[in-house]
């Protein structure tokens, strides 16, 4: 490099001199636009620090609303959860009784034909005490008849218990007729077919002959 050769900074040296010299009030306009450029940076790099510091503060609140948000949300999955198997028991439950019920009550289709059977050996009984010939038989007659009742009360038909006298319940009584009688009304004269309950149900009501009340009335 020779002597006359200048470095890059000896040259903005000179031209910065050569400019003050000349156009001294060019440079100090220039001067004060960068340095409002440079104020201008720096205010725009506080308020990016200051985002910053704000978005920081932000994020432990914006974790804490995830967490709550997520314990909510398994809260109405365990409710879920639960109201689902409380309603599989429910149905479960129902079957149970439903399918116990079927096989509590499958009976009631056919019992009318043994029914019948014990109809008839009540009848037939019912004469024997007005035949002497017949009477001879009773004992048979009864114990069949027992053997019989026992056998249908090991399926839960069990007889519905009334006697004449009785006051009149529509709920296991139909009554046949009303007739004039010394016994108050409303009151069964005669019963002349027994009623049966399967379990608790009645499955066939017992007809009755009731009275009307007073004769002389």
Known sequence: ????????????????????????????????????????????????VQNFNELQQKIPNLQKVNEEFRLKVEKIQEEAQKKIQEKVAELTIKSKEELENAKKYVIEKSIDQPLIIIDQFEIAL???????QVKNYTTGFNMVLDAFSRWLEGFGVTKIAIEPGAQFDEKVMAALEAVPSDQPANTVVKVSKSGYKLHDKVIRFASVVVSQGNKTE
């Open 126 to 132: 019912s004469y024997a005490q007005k035949d002497p």
């Open 1 to 48: 490099m020779s002597e006359n050769s200048l470095t890059i900074t000896e040259i903005l040296s000179s031209i910065r001199t050569l400019l003050v010299k000349h156009n001294k009030a060019k440079v100090t306009q220039i001067e004060k636009e960068l340095l409002q450029a440079v104020a201008e940076l720096e205010k725009k790099f506080k308020q990016q």
